[in-house]
Nanobody, 123 residues
């Protein structure tokens, strides 16, 4: 089982980035996928997640209305479209997978994690 994030980088405030999470070794149809982030000196924060069961999504209040999670099951890839980025969004972003119908922003529930990718938003 492997998750690989891509699409991070440096962007100015107000800009956009799209993160991708490519899964291998399992099918995303059997796993819910979540995005998490961790800024220096801060605890890991759940950002968004998508259910494998019905495609329902959930967002942290801090990103609601700015971020959109989606998935391409054929490509076994989950995306996080991030618009109107703010300096406070600067963090290492991780995608994670949990098997079954549950989905949520509690990181400890997830079974598999990617290596993370840096997102930096300049003021």
């Amino acid at each position: 089982v492997q998750l690989v994030e891509s699409g991070g980088g440096l962007v100015q405030a107000g800009g956009s980035l799209r993160l991708s999470c490519a899964a291998s070794g399992f099918t995303t149809n059997d796993y819910a996928i979540g995005w998490f982030r961790q800024a220096p000196g801060k605890e890991r924060e759940g950002v968004s997640c998508i259910s494998n069961y019905n495609g329902n999504t959930h967002y942290a209040d801090s990103v609601k209305g700015r971020f959109t999670i989606s998935k391409d099951s054929a490509k076994m890839t989950v995306f996080l479209q991030m618009n109107n980025l703010k300096p406070d969004d600067t963090a290492v972003y991780y995608c994670a997978a949990v098997r079954g119908s549950w989905y949520g922003l509690q990181g400890y529930e997830y079974d598999y994690w990617g290596q993370g990718i840096q997102v930096t938003v300049s003021a």
